[in-house]
C-alpha cells in the first residue's frame, strides 16, 4: 500500500471519468489526501499553476483510467459456485465469515471499490473493510433478505418444520410482521433492506414467478426504512407480478427482473426505479453435477425469460446499475456484466456508467463515488486497452491492471506505482 501524503498524477491514459462526456485521450487524475483533486485532459493541468509540493507523476500510456466500478448486488456469504443452503447452513458462523474474507479481496482486484451485499454479509463485514482490518470492496449490507414464509428467503425443505437459517433469510409475514423484521435488520446495522418480492431459482418450495411480499407488506418496509436516514430497499424481483408489486410499494431498485414488461417498465421510468438485471447469475449455467434437479430446471427456463425481457427494458430507457450477484456467480468476475450489458443493447459507455455513476445514484452516494471528478473519493481503477472498443478487456481481472480506494493502492499488476 502507497502512502497519501504526495499527491499522484496518473497522466498519458485515456480517461472515462463515469459523467458520460467525451473520453479524453491524454487524460489525467491528480489525487491527493484520499480524494481526486483535479481530472481532465493533461494539457489543461499542465497549464495550471503548479501545487506548493512534489507530485508523483504515474506514466499509464496505452492504459484508460476508469472511476472504481460499484456492484450492487454481491453476496459475499455464498461461495460462488453450485448452491447448497443446507451446507452453509450447517457451516459456523464464524468459518463462513472467514471465507468471505478472500472473496471480498477478488472483489476488489476485479476493480470492485463499493459492493452493496445483498444478504448474508453482517455490518461487521462493512466495519472489517472500513478498519482497514481486511482488504475489499467499501461495503454496503443488507444484513439479511426478508421473506415470506415458504418465499425465497425460506430454504427449508417443504416437510422441513424447523427454523430457517436467519443469515440467509428472516422471515416475516403481513404488515405488522414486515414492521419488526425491517427494524430488526436496521437493529442489526443494514446499510439497506433487501425483500423478496418473488420466488426464486434457489428457494425449493416456490417459484420464480411465485409472488412474495405484496404491496402492502413492501410498502411498509420501504417507508420505516426510508424514516431510517433514508435507507432504499431493493426487491428481489423475477416474475411480472412481483416485480409489480415492488415497483409500487416504493423500492429503490428491481433485482433480476427477468419477466420486466411493459407496464413495468412505465412505472419505474415514472418513479425513477433502477433495475439491476445480474445478467452475470442470469448466464452462468447452473453445474448439473452439484445444482438440485429443480433448481437446474427452474434456472433454464428463467434464463431464456431473462434474454427476451430486459432488452427490451434496456431499449426503453429504464435506468440500469450494475450489479452481478456474484457469490451465486464466481466471485471476482463483476466486470463481466459489462459485457453482458453490451450484449442487452447498453452502449460500452452506458455499461460503464451503470457500473459507475448510475450505481453510485441507486447506492445514495453519488456525492462521493462514482465519477472522477474534483473533491470525490479516489476510488479508480486503470486497465489495459480501450473499453469503448473492446468491454470484454474489463471482464478480466488480469487486465485491471491498478486498482485504489480512497487514495490507497491496493492492486499493482504492471508496477506503475514502484
Ligand atoms: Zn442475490
Excluded at 478498519?131 to 425465497?152: C, D, K, Y
Excluded at 418444520?161 to 405488522?176: E, Y
Excluded at 402492502?216 to 412481483?242: F, L, Y
Amino acid at each position: 500500500m502507497t502512502g497519501r501524503s504526495t499527491p499522484v498524477l496518473l497522466h498519458n491514459g485515456l480517461l472515462i471519468d463515469g459523467t458520460g462526456g467525451e473520453p479524453v485521450a491524454d487524460g489525467a487524475v491528480l489525487v491527493e489526501d484520499g480524494l481526486v483533486r483535479w481530472a481532465g485532459p493533461s494539457d489543461e493541468l499542465d497549464a495550471r499553476p503548479q501545487a506548493a509540493g512534489p507530485v508523483r507523476r504515474v506514466d499509464v500510456r496505452g492504459r484508460t483510467i476508469l472511476p472504481g466500478f460499484i456492484d450492487c448486488h454481491v453476496h459475499m456469504a455464498a461461495p460462488g459456485g453450485a448452491l447448497s443452503h443446507a451446507e452453509i447452513a450447517a457451516m459456523p458462523a464464524s468459518l463462513r465469515v472467514f471465507l468471505a474474507a478472500p472473496r471480498m479481496k477478488l472483489t476488489l482486484d476485479a476493480g470492485v471499490t463499493t459492493a452493496r451485499d445483498l444478504g448474508g454479509a453482517d455490518a461487521g463485514h462493512r466495519e472489517a473493510v472500513e478498519s482497514g482490518l481486511l482488504p475489499g470492496p467499501r461495503l454496503l449490507v443488507a444484513v439479511a433478505m426478508l421473506s415470506p414464509t415458504g418465499g425465497h428467503g425460506d430454504f427449508r425443505a417443504a416437510h422441513d418444520d424447523g427454523a430457517n437459517d436467519p443469515v440467509m433469510g428472516q422471515l416475516a409475514d403481513g404488515v405488522t410482521g414486515c414492521r419488526r423484521a425491517v427494524r430488526e435488520v436496521l437493529r442489526q446495522g443494514a446499510d439497506c433492506v433487501k425483500i423478496a418480492a418473488t420466488g426464486g431459482v434457489w428457494s425449493p418450495t416456490d417459484q420464480p414467478g411465485d409472488e412474495g411480499f405484496l404491496e402492502d407488506e413492501i410498502r411498509t418496509i420501504t417507508e420505516i426504512a426510508a424514516g431510517h436516514g433514508g435507507r432504499k430497499v431493493a426487491a428481489h424481483a423475477q416474475g411480472r407480478r412481483g416485480i409489480l408489486n415492488a415497483v409500487r410499494g416504493g423500492v429503490a431498485s428491481v433485482e433480476h427482473g427477468y419477466e420486466i414488461d411493459d407496464e413495468a417498465i412505465d412505472l419505474m421510468l415514472e418513479r425513477g426505479t433502477f433495475l439491476v438485471p445480474t445478467l452475470t447469475t442470469a448466464n452462468t449455467d447452473p453445474d448439473p453435477q452439484k445444482a438440485a434437479g429443480w433448481a437446474y430446471a427452474k434456472k433454464k427456463h428463467w434464463q431464456a425469460v431473462a434474454r427476451r425481457h430486459v432488452p427490451h427494458a434496456v431499449a426503453r430507457g429504464v435506468r440500469v446499475a450494475m450489479g452481478t450477484d456474484c457469490g451465486i456467480a464466481e466471485h471476482g468476475t463483476n466486470l463481466r456484466e459489462l459485457e453482458h450489458l453490451v450484449a442487452c443493447g447498453m452502449t460500452p459507455m452506458g455499461a460503464i456508467r451503470a457500473g459507475t455513476a448510475e450505481a453510485a445514484e441507486l447506492l445514495g452516494l453519488a456525492h462521493e463515488i462514482g465519477t472522477l471528478e474534483a473533491g470525490k473519493r479516489a476510488d479508480l481503477v486503470v486497465a489495459r486497452g480501450n473499453p469503448l472498443t473492446d468491454i470484454t478487456a474489463l471482464g478480466r481481472p488480469d487486465h485491471v491492471v491498478l486498482v485504489m480506494k480512497d487514495g490507497v493502492v491496493f492492486k499493482d499488476l504492471d508496477g506503475l506505482m514502484t
